[in-house]
């Protein structure tokens, strides 16, 4: 863990929870940072899925956990059927937005334009882009990781985003929801690779947050969290159990 940067530990629901289970978790998880005040060792956002954002913002309340969306349309506003705008998760509370998950690249076909114009959306209504990168299975035996790392960080950030507007996650593809992780040294390795590219491209790129995610679980957090360049993690499955979450968050480093 670098020093002068704020860690974070993000929560992604994806598509999990209904009102009454989405609420107690909020609540649950609202309880717990509000109880821990000053020892709360890093920052704390919570993403549910976007039925559930105006009631988790309203569990929220008087905690010191931050609010996301899992998604934005690069539009303000328009006959976009099924989508929600960036304006709109603002509307609700929200602080920040995932966007270029490999989920939504995979499933969806996003391409690193679409995920830049919905990053400039974000920044637009002041929200900050939690921007994804990572490289599938193939990629990463073929040697192309730090290639396709580069490609996506230079595609899908505007060069004008500054430091405090983004945050950047890796999220090696096949790490995601597999129980596998990529070493240490390799976790290192492409951290130390988005730094660069980031001090390259935008002023300030040294106080941007690299969040590592993909499987990330009690067991591995605490070893995983202090690795130089890793700001925090973007959390998944482990994050829809309190406990688990709770472990994750109390694994970062002491300051």
């Not at 989405?22 to 609540?27: D, S, T």
């Not at 996003?110 to 114009?117: F, G, L, R, S």
């Not at 040294?185 to 660069?196: G, S, T, Y």
């Not at 947050?209 to 009690?218: A, N, T």
Request: with cysteine; charged share 20%; hydrophobic share 45%.
């Amino acid at each position: 863990m670098a020093s002068g940067r704020r860690p974070l530990i993000a929560a992604n629901w994806k598509m999990n929870g209904l009102k009454s289970d989405g609420v107690a978790l909020a609540q649950a998880v609202a309880a717990w940072a509000k109880s821990a005040g000053a020892a709360l060792r890093g920052e704390v956002l919570v993403s549910p899925p976007a039925t559930l954002i105006d009631a988790v913002s309203a569990a929220l309340t008087g905690s010191p956990v931050q609010l996301g969306g899992q998604d934005c349309h690069a539009q303000p506003s328009g006959a976009f059927t099924g989508d929600i705008s960036a304006a709109m998760l603002k509307d609700l509370g929200a602080s920040h937005v995932i966007l270029g998950h490999s989920e939504r690249r995979t499933l969806h076909g996003e391409t690193d334009d679409q995920v830049k114009a919905k990053v400039a959306a974000a920044r637009s209504v002041g929200l900050v882009a939690i921007v994804c990168v990572g490289e599938t299975e193939a990629q990463r035996d073929a040697g192309d990781t730090l290639a396709v790392i580069v490609r996506q960080i230079d595609g899908s950030i505007p060069s004008e985003a500054t430091a405090t507007e983004i945050v950047v996650a890796y999220e090696p593809v096949w790490a995601i929801g597999t129980g596998r992780t990529p070493t240490l040294a390799e976790i290192v390795e492409v951290h130390k690779a988005i730094r660069a590219r980031l001090a390259a491209r935008i002023p300030g790129g040294d106080a941007v947050r690299i969040l590592y995610g993909g499987s990330v679980k009690p067991s591995n957090a605490p070893e995983v969290l202090a690795l130089a360049d890793v700001d925090g993690a973007l959390v998944g499955g482990a994050s829809l159990k309190a406990d688990d979450f709770f472990a994750i968050v109390n694994a970062l480093p002491q300051a």
